[in-house]
């Protein structure tokens, strides 16, 4: 029989109480330790029945875990996950990557040296609704892949701003915490971006970081995309609101965010529903609509389930380091874009890595 794998969770704050709650209701895994400087995270250790360590040195020297989630503020990821995986103890890192594409790449440099795993939290490319979604783009339902469309409404309150690192450039703001899942899932269903333009805004907020952003993405093969986020603006469509993923958090509002259209279909998401037509493409027929089936699951026990694997036996996660860190380039090309007023051109020349194009229909997997 296989044992439970012990596991830490480094940050206690909103994310890690999710991951908590995730190890509740596995039996693959544990939680045997919380990392937290902060009281809150010793209050919560206590409630649960395990030790509470300062900092990820100590729990490296009690020797409590097997594996640790991280789930701290982004400009602390590099330094408490190279302690990790040095030590050599897996870890699922919370998104993005890093705050910056210099720690990015060092840590990086880290998981190649150590060949411990490491597993980003870009939680969403575990939802079966994703799955289905890149079955279906790939398979060729939509015909080539045109054009999307995504909205992130997400009007958070003043609470939410207590954390400095939220609000601060470098750490926080909608692109690097938000913005960043719709990038990856963008590039999961394209492949790779080729060039950005963008307008942020810091208006409503008055933050020293943007709380509003338009971003507009070309991609390598020619399919276009827009994406419209921001962090004050009231509205139900954005993933976090319509797709369940979390329904402790958020409640989950029966409308799509996502909306792609190739050159035979449209899909849009979290609500799975296919528009085609009969014959050739005609904007005077009305479309076929179909709503497509699926076994719905948590992603974030999925992922938890894919991290004991990858502690068990090692294998190649889901999303690599190196995959985030093309998300953090594309970041990096908007806020310059925002900046310069123009079209920057994205450059992943410093992963030495590409995924394949998916915008011809019937290739790759
Ligand atoms: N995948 C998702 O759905 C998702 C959702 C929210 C946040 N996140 C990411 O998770 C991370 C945490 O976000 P949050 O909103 O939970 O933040 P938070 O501010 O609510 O919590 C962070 C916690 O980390 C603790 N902490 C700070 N430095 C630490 C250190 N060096 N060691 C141990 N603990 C430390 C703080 O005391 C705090 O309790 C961020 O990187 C964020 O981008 C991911």
Redesign the pocket.
Known sequence: MTTSVAMAV?????????HIQTLADAPEAHLAAL????P??LALAQSLGVPCL???GALIDAGLVQAAI?????E??F??AQALLRAGLPVL????VAESLDAALRLIAVADDTGVPLLI????RHNPIIRTAHDQIRNGALGDLVMASVTASLAKPPD?FQ?D??RSAGSGGPL??NL??EIDLLRHFFGEIDSVQAIASNARRGFPVEDTAAVCLSFRNGGLATLCISDAAVGPWAW?LTAG??MARFPAHPVSAHHYAGSAGGLSLPDLTLWRSDGAPDWTRELRRQRLELAAADP?RRQLSHFVDLTRQGGTPLVSARDATANLIVLDCIREAARLGQRVTVDLSPLSFDREPALTSGTGT
């Open positions: 480094v940050g206690a704050g909103a994310i890690g109480r999710t990392v937290d400087p902060a809150g995270g300062p900092d990820v991280v789930a701290t503020p982004n602390t990821h330094p408490v890192l919370e998104k993005p939290g870009h939680h969403r939410y954390a690192w939220r690097l915490i960043v899942h976090d993923e979390n974030y």
